[in-house]
């Protein structure tokens, strides 16, 4: 008999929060000294993001309501920064990022400070050098140029294979712990990158090495990158380059990605458009497409096409809404964000009401 074709899929989210005596006990520790260093030193922030909205999603046969959180380019977050200035043009710097469920009011993930937790030591002149888990350089062209970015109902994610980890094993398409990275200096002319290399320190799958460079300057901004993983005794490469135009009317966007492993390449390309209506308001508008090669994937795919409005109430506050369908073809299984499991090659959508409060 012969064996089943493996499905494209994307790597589902896990919403859980620990609630151990230890995480409770380290938590208010922690939250007692950032506390105290607000007070003792000027140049700590804190900052975040409350976004919730009512989504609608189908897939084959079944749909589900359901309240969720992240549809407005960033998901619900909580945060504490601060810059010490050493004088010479030198900063010390610091930066702790965790993912809030706010419907539920929980933490998304284990780790407290999981989306960023970096120190780092800048200069004018010279860059900054970072350390800790941080964003990989082959993230931000598929979130920086994408209308919806990674999150929510049209958000670039849902069709990108492995999300948010990689393929053939990798972890490290969106994060990297256990980083050293470097940024170039601001001053460059409109010229800016990022180089990042990672330890495994253990876990197959987790080291990382990759760079960014891109140039943005008046209405134009373009980004390439790459990066590599060793995992499950391969390598894995992912290359992607990104650009936007912002033509004052309308600002138009998009990206290609390549991800390889295990003797297949999965393909991406992403075209979007966002529109001012008046003072307060955005329209969004894209087509993404996802393609399969390989013996096992031969003819797997999906195409995304997304619409959405973003009203702003204020520079803080906004209400947005947004709506998108997935066709998937072969054995992909690609959905919208909340959707309820469906089988190989069925299609899926997704509708979204919510509202965005940044502090």
Same mark, same amino acid.
Not at 70 to 94: H, K, V, Y
Not at 203 to 214: C, F, H, I, Q
């Given at each position: 008999?012969?064996?089943?074709?493996?499905?494209?899929?994307?790597?589902?989210?896990?919403?859980?929060a620990?609630?151990?005596?230890?995480?409770?006990?380290?938590?208010?520790?922690?939250?007692?000294?950032?506390?105290?260093?607000?007070?003792?030193?000027?140049?700590?922030?804190?900052?975040?993001?409350?976004?919730?909205?009512?989504?609608?999603?189908?897939?084959?046969?079944?749909? !589900?309501? *359901?309240?969720? /959180?992240? $549809?407005? %380019?960033? +998901?619900?977050? &909580? #945060?504490?920064?601060?810059?010490?200035?050493?004088?010479?043009?030198?900063?010390?710097?610091?930066?702790?990022?965790?993912?809030l469920?706010?419907?539920?009011?929980?933490?998304?993930?284990?780790?407290?400070?999981?989306?960023?937790?970096?120190?780092?030591?800048?200069?004018?002149?010279?860059?900054?050098?970072?350390?800790?888990?941080?964003?990989?350089?082959?993230?931000w062209?598929?979130?920086?140029?994408?209308?919806?970015?990674?999150?929510?109902?049209?958000?670039?994610?849902?069709?990108?294979?492995?999300?948010?980890?990689?393929?053939?094993?990798?972890?490290?398409? !969106?994060? *990297?712990?256990? /980083?050293? $990275?470097? %940024?170039l +200096?601001?001053? &460059? #002319?409109?010229?800016?990158?990022?180089?990042?290399?990672?330890?495994?320190?253990?876990?197959?799958?987790?080291?990382?090495?990759?760079?960014?460079?891109?140039?943005?300057?008046?209405?134009?901004d373009?980004?390439?990158?790459?990066?590599e993983?060793?995992?499950?005794?391969?390598?894995?490469?992912?290359?992607?380059?990104?650009?936007?135009?912002?033509?004052?009317m309308?600002?138009?966007?998009g990206?290609w990605?390549?991800?390889?492993?295990?003797?297949?390449?999965?393909?991406?390309?992403?075209l979007?458009?966002?529109?001012?209506?008046?003072?307060?308001?955005?329209?969004?508008? *894209?087509?993404?497409?996802?393609?399969?090669?390989?013996?096992?994937?031969? #003819?797997?795919?999906?195409?995304?096409?997304?619409?959405?409005?973003?009203?702003?109430?204020?520079?803080?506050?906004?209400?947005?809404?947004?709506?998108?369908?997935i066709?998937?073809r072969?054995?992909?299984?690609?959905?919208?964000?909340?959707?309820p499991?469906?089988?190989?090659?069925?299609?899926?959508?997704?509708?979204q009401?919510?509202?965005s409060?940044?502090?």
């Amino acid at each position: 008999m012969t064996p089943p074709k493996p499905s494209l899929r994307r790597t589902g989210r896990v919403r859980a929060a620990s609630t151990t005596p230890a995480f409770l006990f380290l938590s208010g520790i922690a939250a007692c000294v950032l506390a105290t260093a607000a007070h003792a030193q000027s140049g700590v922030t804190i900052f975040g993001t409350l976004d919730l909205n009512v989504t609608h999603a189908k897939a084959g046969g079944a749909s !589900v309501t *359901s309240m969720s /959180s992240g $549809g407005n %380019l960033i +998901p619900s977050r &909580l #945060g504490f920064r601060g810059t010490e200035d050493l004088g010479g043009g030198l900063a010390a710097s610091f930066w702790l990022e965790a993912q809030l469920l706010p419907d539920s009011g929980a933490l998304e993930g284990s780790a407290l400070f999981h989306r960023r937790s970096t120190v780092s030591l800048s200069s004018t002149a010279w860059g900054e050098v970072r350390l800790g888990r941080d964003y990989a350089p082959t993230f931000w062209n598929v979130s920086q140029f994408a209308p919806f970015g990674t999150v929510g109902v049209g958000g670039s994610a849902n069709i990108i294979e492995g999300w948010p980890f990689g393929t053939g094993g990798a972890r490290t398409f !969106v994060r *990297s712990a256990n /980083s050293l $990275g470097y %940024l170039l +200096p601001r001053n &460059l #002319g409109g010229v800016y990158g990022q180089a990042m290399v990672a330890a495994a320190e253990g876990a197959d799958g987790a080291r990382y090495t990759g760079a960014r460079l891109g140039y943005a300057s008046g209405p134009v901004d373009v980004a390439v990158a790459y990066g590599e993983t060793p995992a499950k005794g391969q390598t894995n490469k992912v290359a992607n380059i990104g650009g936007s135009y912002n033509f004052g009317m309308v600002k138009l966007m998009g990206y290609w990605l390549d991800q390889r492993a295990q003797g297949t390449k999965h393909s991406n390309w992403l075209l979007g458009a966002t529109v001012p209506t008046g003072d307060v308001g955005t329209v969004r508008l *894209s087509v993404a497409e996802a393609k399969a090669r390989g013996a096992a994937v031969a #003819g797997d795919g999906a195409r995304q096409i997304a619409v959405g409005y973003v009203h702003a109430l204020s520079k803080r506050t906004a209400l947005y809404t947004a709506y998108s369908r997935i066709t998937n073809r072969g054995s992909a299984v690609f959905m919208t964000s909340e959707a309820p499991e469906a089988t190989p090659g069925c299609n899926a959508s997704g509708l979204q009401f919510g509202i965005s409060h940044s502090f």
